[in-house]
């Protein structure tokens, strides 16, 4: 099974991410983990914290001259900021100090954070304990394990990408076919928003909500090309990419909503105007030689991936942190007072997009090896190579169905099916 791990606090000494299950013989190099660290880091909105960080990764184990090994890959990501928390953050008990090494206290939870649901649970009297690993800076690490898996993916000609679709109101226009290598396309933008207009007035919304001290949300969509038909699968609840997909997005800090193609849409609408009608389309193997009309579906039907575009919208409330702070109750003496206010960005709805774009890989490579498996990246590919001579043997061939080994099923055979 892949899967990855994370762990790190946003202004501790490092970040770790730890990912385990790959095949052995992938090519992999720090640079394209950075590149997509990188990503991640831009957008209009960020605070100061942006600008002292350059997320880079330093591999400690599971890769070998370029390649994968086969073990667990972990990868550690400095936090440059940890030289101006030591005191506060230091793992160390410091006696030596009066507060105990307890500098920063935090008392004041700011709604719609993780702050006091975490210091309940967790029963803390500093809520520093819980904002310090519910901070976004964990995506991170999301993002490098990410990285892997686009890289596993693109060994199959899979094609991950996002673009801003909405921030704070503001509706960008999404042409009606969109460009064959989107983040080539909107990773120069700003907002990552293919609607340069668009971008101008949001821009202008982001600058007037800094002066106001409030923060804004957005929608992103995630559009993945080039996945054949069969990933996933209609037999179990806890099989079904459609709710895997979900549930990995959701886990994105501050992520409200997931729709995948029409989303909330199709429930407005009736059955013809929602699912997508068939033409044979001979060649199009991944696909099983099948053409969908539309892609209302968004790529998925039964909880298993149709050989369309996987196309998904990810919602981002504001973040939680405002520079002119909500009400709530200091936690020691139950007064009311306004939250803490530490300081963070007006919105990070670019770099969830980015976010967004890893964590499905994430969930598309693990399916990927659910399918096809394989100890290295070569018995991996034979797999996929059987899979799809098959799947390009079937609709259209003007036979009922192939043995996999080519011959015609008799008609009793193919009954026994
Ligand atoms: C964050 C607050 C800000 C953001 C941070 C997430 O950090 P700081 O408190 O150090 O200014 O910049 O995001 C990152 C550090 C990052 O790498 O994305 C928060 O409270 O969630």
Redesign the pocket.
């Known amino acids: 099974m892949l899967r990855f791990t994370t762990a790190g606090e946003?202004?501790g000494p490092a970040l770790v991410s730890i990912v385990e299950g790959l095949p052995a013989g992938l090519p992999l190099a720090a640079e394209q983990v950075n590149a997509e660290l990188a990503r991640?880091?831009q957008g209009y909105g960020?605070?100061?914290?942006?600008q002292i960080?350059r997320?880079e990764i330093e591999f400690l184990s599971g890769v070998r001259a370029g390649e994968t090994l086969g073990g667990p890959v972990a990868m550690l990501v400095r936090n440059r900021?940890w030289k101006n928390w030591v005191e506060i953050m230091d793992p160390a008990p410091r006696p030596e100090d009066a507060d105990g090494g307890r500098k920063r206290v935090v008392t004041r939870p700011r709604p719609g954070h993780a702050d006091l649901a975490g210091l309940l649970k967790y029963d803390r009297d500093d809520a520093r304990d819980i904002?310090e690993r519910?901070?976004?800076?964990e995506?991170?690490a999301r993002v490098a394990a990410g990285a892997i898996a686009r890289r596993l993916l693109a060994e199959f000609g899979v094609r991950v990408g996002s673009h801003l679709v909405h921030l704070g109101g503001i509706d960008a226009q999404v042409p009606e076919s969109l460009p064959e290598d989107l983040n080539a396309a909107v990773d120069a933008s700003p907002l990552r928003t293919l609607d340069d207009d668009a971008a101008v007035r949001m821009m202008a919304l982001i600058d007037e909500s800094k002066r106001a001290g409030n923060t804004l949300g957005g929608i992103c969509e995630v559009v993945v090309t080039g996945l054949p038909v069969g990933l996933g699968s209609h037999v179990s609840w806890d099989r079904k990419l459609d709710g895997r997909i979900a549930a990995a997005l959701m886990s994105i800090?501050a992520v409200k909503g997931v729709e995948i193609g029409l989303g909330f849409e199709a429930a407005r609408r009736s059955g013809a105007q929602v699912h997508d009608e068939l033409d044979a389309a001979p060649g199009r193997t991944h696909a099983g030689n099948v053409q969908r009309r539309t892609n209302r579906a968004g790529g998925l039907e039964g909880g298993i991936t149709t050989g369309e575009p996987l196309v998904v919208r990810v919602a981002m409330k504001p973040?939680a942190?405002l520079m002119r702070p909500l009400g709530t109750v200091d936690i020691p003496s139950g007064d009311a007072a306004v939250a803490v206010a530490?300081?963070?960005?007006v919105t990070?709805v670019p770099?969830m997009g980015v976010i967004a774009e890893a964590m499905l890989a994430f969930v598309l490579a693990q399916a990927w090896m659910e399918k096809f498996g394989g100890d290295s990246l070569g018995e991996t590919r034979r797999n996929v190579d059987g899979y799809l001579s098959r799947v390009a043997m079937r609709v259209g061939s003007g036979r009922l169905a192939q043995r996999p080994d080519g011959r015609d099923l008799a008609p009793d055979d193919a009954r026994r099916d």
């Open positions: 946003s202004h991640r880091q960020r605070g100061r914290r942006m960080e997320d900021d904002l519910a901070s976004a800076r995506t991170t800090p973040i942190t530490e300081r963070s960005d990070a770099a």
